[in-house]
């Protein structure tokens, strides 16, 4: 097989200069640019969310542990807050681990629904970071999560969300400059 025919066609660079190039034609984007841009929004957003909440009382709620990345940035930013980490499996390095009251283990379709005595408050800022690149998870994940939502959330508390979710009565917030407003959500509880 020739060598040309194991390049795949969507990395081959668009010449300008032909008659036949398209005018919406923008550069390829790597897996390496898609995830830093995605950690660059996750940054962005959760430091525009940490000052709409100053003024909110209330936890935090991580769903979606994971590798702590933006648990981490999340206490942080906020030394005074507690946060209440989410996840059904323990993949973090174990120096980033929240402690055994603030690490939710199980799904959180199910702890979300039954946090409230442990949690103790109603939540100021809830970062949800379950979502996938796959819109059909997507969509099912929303069907379930987005009604659990609001039962958590304090008046005039944040939503991070990187799939949209249907909140009645929430305002849905611009994200801040340097984030695709496809990418991630930004939504905000009423403040009555
Ligand atoms: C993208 S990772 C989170 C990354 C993390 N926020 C970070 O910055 O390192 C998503 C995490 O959500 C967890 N997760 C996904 N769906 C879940 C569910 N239904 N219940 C509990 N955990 C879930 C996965 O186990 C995974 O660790």
Redesign the pocket.
């Known amino acids: 097989m020739p060598f040309f025919e194991l390049v795949p066609r969507r990395i081959l660079p668009a010449d300008p200069n032909e008659d036949n190039f398209p005018l919406d034609w923008s550069p390829p984007v790597s897996r390496l640019d898609s995830f830093i841009r995605r950690?660059t929004a996750?940054k962005l957003l959760i430091e525009r969310a940490v000052e709409l909440v100053a003024d909110v009382p209330g936890p935090v709620l991580?769903?979606?542990?994971?590798?702590?990345?933006?648990?981490?940035?999340m206490r942080t930013l906020m030394p005074e807050r507690e946060i209440f980490a989410?996840?059904?499996?323990v993949?973090?390095p174990i120096d980033m681990l929240p402690d055994a009251h603030h690490f939710i283990l199980?799904?959180?379709?199910e702890?979300l629904a039954f946090c409230g005595p442990r949690v103790g408050a109603p939540a100021a800022l809830l970062?949800n970071?379950?979502?996938?690149g796959d819109e059909i998870h997507n969509a099912a994940?929303r069907a379930w999560l987005a009604p659990l939502v609001p039962k958590r959330m304090a008046p005039g508390g944040v939503v991070i969300t990187s799939f949209t979710m249907e909140l009645p009565g929430y305002e849905k917030l611009p994200v801040p400059d340097g984030v695709s407003a496809n990418r991630y959500h930004f939504y905000r509880a009423p403040r009555s």
Do not use: C, K, Y
């Open positions: 950690l996750q991580e769903l979606g542990l994971g590798m702590a990345r933006t648990f981490d940035h989410f996840d059904n499996v993949v973090a199980g799904e959180i379709r702890t970062h970071d379950i979502g996938s994940t």
